[in-house]
């Protein structure tokens, strides 16, 4: 008979596992970028992992489990960075945005952060693909064939085992209109070997999240 393998226990992920990054602000956003592009692999989920981790998790658990699904990751990505940006003494203020795209008749959600550098507003924001933005000044969606309806900004503290939902709940975030139900299944429906090989295919600078930055250091 053979024998059971060994027994793996899967690490779970402290808080004080998060790095300090060094230089000027964008080294330090790059290299965050960088850190959370390999602790977070953008990967195809099934249809049943969309249904159970899709917005569900927090931080400790997206950063457990070391994954995300590759269509619509920002909520993920937004967790992971403001818990970051936190750890290296940039006070984050997330920003939830209600969002009604045109080629969609539901409502969406969208996460972007805001934070102060030396008295000095940016905003960070996940965007298409693999795309990472740094601007500076107030965040303000500028993409086409998009709808602002509403945008909440959180500057309470985030657990590291709170989820987003859980965030915007105890926010008082007005989710009117807005079914995660619906997105689930979108997602599903999207979720083809097509799509994703179309996804890859078209990712810039090897498929690494990339800092796309305008800012000037002074």
Same mark, same amino acid.
């Given at each position: 008979?053979?024998?059971?393998?060994?027994?793996?226990?899967?690490?779970?992920?402290?808080?004080?596992?998060?790095?300090?990054?060094?230089?000027?602000?964008?080294?330090?956003?790059?290299?965050?970028?960088?850190?959370?592009?390999?602790?977070?692999? /953008?990967?195809?989920? @099934?249809?049943?992992?969309? %249904?159970?981790?899709? %917005?569900? /998790? @927090?931080? /400790?658990? *997206?950063?457990?489990?070391?994954?995300?699904?590759?269509?619509?990751?920002?909520?993920?990505?937004?967790?992971?960075?403001?818990?970051?940006?936190?750890?290296?003494?940039?006070?984050?203020?997330? *920003? %939830?945005?209600? *969002?009604?795209?045109?080629?969609?008749?539901?409502?969406?959600?969208?996460?972007? *952060?805001?934070?102060?550098?030396?008295?000095?507003?940016?905003?960070?924001?996940? &965007? &298409?693909?693999?795309?990472?933005?740094? /601007?500076?000044?107030? #965040?303000?969606?500028?993409?086409?064939?998009?709808? &602002?309806?509403?945008?909440?900004?959180?500057?309470?503290?985030?657990?590291?085992?709170?989820?987003?939902?859980?965030?915007?709940?105890?926010?008082?975030?007005?989710? $009117?209109?807005?079914?995660?139900?619906?997105?689930?299944?979108?997602?599903?429906?999207?979720?083809?070997?097509?799509? #994703?090989? @179309?996804?890859?295919?078209?990712?810039?600078?090897?498929?690494?999240? #990339?800092?796309? $930055?305008?800012?000037?250091?002074?």
């Amino acid at each position: 008979m053979k024998e059971a393998g060994p027994n793996i226990t899967q690490k779970v992920f402290d808080e004080n596992d998060l790095e300090v990054f060094e230089g000027d602000l964008e080294s330090r956003i790059k290299a965050l970028a960088f850190w959370i592009d390999h602790k977070v692999k /953008r990967k195809q989920w @099934s249809n049943e992992e969309i %249904a159970k981790k899709f %917005a569900k /998790r @927090s931080t /400790r658990e *997206i950063l457990t489990d070391g994954d995300t699904g590759f269509m619509n990751p920002c909520s993920d990505f937004m967790l992971v960075a403001w818990a970051l940006l936190k750890k290296n003494g940039l006070k984050p203020i997330l *920003i %939830a945005e209600k *969002i009604k795209p045109k080629k969609y008749n539901f409502i969406h959600m969208h996460f972007v *952060i805001e934070f102060f550098n030396k008295d000095i507003l940016y905003f960070l924001d996940f &965007t &298409t693909k693999n795309q990472v933005v740094l /601007r500076k000044g107030e #965040y303000k969606n500028q993409r086409e064939g998009i709808e &602002t309806l509403q945008t909440v900004k959180i500057t309470n503290d985030i657990s590291f085992d709170q989820n987003m939902q859980s965030v915007l709940e105890n926010n008082k975030f007005d989710f $009117s209109g807005f079914k995660l139900e619906d997105i689930v299944a979108q997602l599903q429906k999207d979720n083809t070997p097509q799509t #994703y090989a @179309s996804y890859v295919e078209k990712l810039p600078h090897n498929g690494d999240l #990339y800092l796309d $930055s305008d800012i000037q250091i002074s």
